[in-house]
């Protein structure tokens, strides 16, 4: 059934339903926007960067060629290299912060995607009772009307302001997230990197 067909009962109905209504479909999305909105975002860990990238540089000094081609596609070494070793473990700590700023990215957009469809579905109620008002002759019925699309607008106000918040949010967290996934790519073999142990043990 149609949502214009509920409007007359929801305007027969006292108030508490419709705000009811209106809890319903927002649900808990803007409290949990607000928890998600204070949490603590990763951001760039510089010593773990530079330790990284002087690594590569070193590696690219001390191995020719031959020696680096060897080990990025089949992981042969001429030669131990304590370099790699260290590179290896940093590595892995590397892939640990990714995951976790890859995780937070995707909490985040989940989050704004639930603002969105409570967005939506408010919109949609918003317009059956802007369609239903076209056909009522009675002033009472009409003001009322009027008095609860005026609520739907201004809940849309403080979802439409979390929302942008969320998605401000999350381009942040995408700019820290291309640069983890830069570096990591520098490393040679990096989709073979074990995520560091004791990082993992860590609550997020």
């Not at 949502?3 to 809890?23: H, N, T, W």
């Not at 319903?24 to 926007?33: E, Q, V």
């Not at 760039?44 to 002087?54: G, H, P």
């Not at 009522?136 to 942008?164: C, G």
Request: hydrophobic residues 40%; glycine residues 2%.
């Amino acid at each position: 059934m149609a949502i214009e067909q509920y409007v007359k009962q929801i305007l027969d109905s006292p108030a508490y339903l419709f705000d009811e209504i209106i809890g319903k479909i927002i649900g808990k999305n803007i409290d949990n926007a607000k928890i998600e909105l204070i949490r603590y975002t990763t951001n760039v860990d510089n010593v773990l960067f530079d330790a990284i990238k002087s690594i590569l540089i070193d590696l690219e000094e001390e191995e020719n060629f031959i020696s680096r081609f060897l080990y990025s596609l089949f992981g042969l070494e001429l030669r131990r290299n304590k370099r790699r070793e260290q590179l290896i473990l940093l590595g892995g700590q590397l892939k640990t912060q990714h995951n976790k700023v890859k995780s937070e990215l995707f909490r985040v957009y989940r989050q704004s995607e639930r603002l969105s469809l409570s967005i939506i579905d408010l919109k949609r109620l918003r317009d059956s009772f802007y369609s239903k008002s076209l056909s009522f002759e009675s002033a009472q019925m009409l003001n009322k009307s009027t008095f609860y699309i005026n609520e739907i607008e201004a809940q849309l106000r403080v979802l439409d302001e979390y929302k942008l918040s969320l998605e401000l949010k999350h381009n942040n967290i995408k700019d820290v997230e291309l640069l983890y996934a830069s570096l990591l790519r520098k490393i040679p073999r990096y989709h073979e990197l074990q995520e560091e142990r004791y990082l993992r043990m860590l609550p997020s």
